[in-house]
């Protein structure tokens, strides 16, 4: 593969990167706008959003304030919708005249190309769609972290800001109902932090770095034990050394596996060991629910699901790992990952 035909596919990743942010950014601001678009809902059937973030009580100047700032804010979401999209329209018409462009160099590239350099571009391109893969998955951990964040410490924060004004307009009328309200507050930006603390242990498990592989294991397993409601067996067995992005590997497929099984196989049991294998660690994962059909699993933007098992499977592939998966009485993974 020439220098040219690297440079664009370069730039046509750039632009397919691109696009998908784009394509995010009107869906938070969608999911944004419905939620703008409820609240105005409410206040103009006079079940003004006290009732739901606040103790119900009516204030029609509290109304007026509320209904004038988030139609403000809805205008804005559709002039940005809108701004998006025409940039959204102008970026695919590159990425589709880019896309022939590189269809008619890689035609022209293979014809004059002996056995050879075929197998040496194909290597390359091996290494390009590794490549590719990476960069989408780091693209794709980053909206989730976007989705995560906005979903729930935005939106709190949100009606923080909301409730503040709200106290401030009945301090000096209510003082004993401002009050009451600033409880509620504190409890709300307690949730907030703890949402925050959540996604940073995600992000990258503290444990993992101050105290070793085999305390991050147990204490996310800890944590599965206090937020699912299912029997857990956990057992750890890995006594070798192993590379830290191999480790918080291990620990993202606990954790998205554990995950699936609360929301999805209705199970009573989980079990999970870990171990090292040869040259491998070795993940065994077992519930006793439903089960489902593994290989036929695929990812819906429409409605967001299928994302963790797409992701699993791509941090296993990038890993050059490898899954088993049994659904007979259960769901049952075996999971190998080379100790790299």
């Not at 009451?180 to 307690?190: F, G, H, T, V």
């Not at 699912?228 to 191999?246: A, D, G, M, R």
Request: charged content about 30%.
């Amino acid at each position: 593969m020439n220098k040219a035909v690297e440079y664009l596919h370069k730039e046509h990743l750039e632009y397919k990167l691109q696009q998908k942010r784009l394509e995010d950014k009107i869906h938070s601001n969608d999911v944004e706008m419905k939620t703008i678009e409820k609240r105005i809902r409410d206040i103009e059937k006079n079940l003004d959003r006290t009732g739901e973030v606040f103790h119900s009580v009516n204030f029609s100047n509290a109304e007026d304030v509320n209904l004038s700032t988030l139609n403000e804010s809805k205008m804005i979401l559709i002039e940005d919708n809108e701004l998006i999209k025409t940039q959204l329209n102008d970026l695919n018409k590159k990425i589709e005249e880019l896309s022939l462009i590189l269809k008619d160099e890689n035609d022209e590239l293979n014809n004059n190309q002996d056995e050879d350099n075929n197998f040496e571009d194909n290597i390359k391109e091996t290494d390009y769609k590794d490549t590719l893969n990476i960069l989408q998955l780091i693209e794709e951990e980053r909206q989730r972290i976007s989705r995560d964040i906005h979903d729930t410490v935005v939106q709190n924060l949100t009606a923080l800001i909301h409730k503040q004004e709200f106290i401030s307009q009945i301090i000096s009328k209510d003082p004993n109902r401002a009050s009451l309200e600033i409880k509620d507050s504190k409890k709300c930006l307690k949730e907030s932090v703890n949402e925050l603390r959540n996604i940073i242990f995600e992000l990258r498990p503290m444990a993992l770095d101050d105290l070793g592989f085999n305390a991050a294991f147990l204490n996310l397993c800890s944590k599965i034990g206090e937020n699912y409601n299912y029997v857990l067996e956990t057992s750890f067995n890995c006594n070798v050394e192993v590379n830290s992005v191999v480790a918080i590997t291990v620990l993202r497929i606990i954790s998205e596996l554990a995950s699936n099984s609360s929301k999805h196989s209705e199970c009573s049991k989980v079990k999970i060991s870990v171990r090292n294998d040869d040259d491998n660690v070795v993940i065994d994962y077992y519930d006793d629910g439903c089960g489902f059909d593994f290989d036929c699993v695929t990812y819906n933007p429409d409605t967001n699901s299928g994302y963790g098992i797409k992701m699993l499977k791509e941090r296993v592939e990038l890993l050059r790992g490898t899954i088993t998966y049994s659904n007979e009485e259960g769901s049952h993974f075996i999971i190998l990952l080379p100790m790299i």
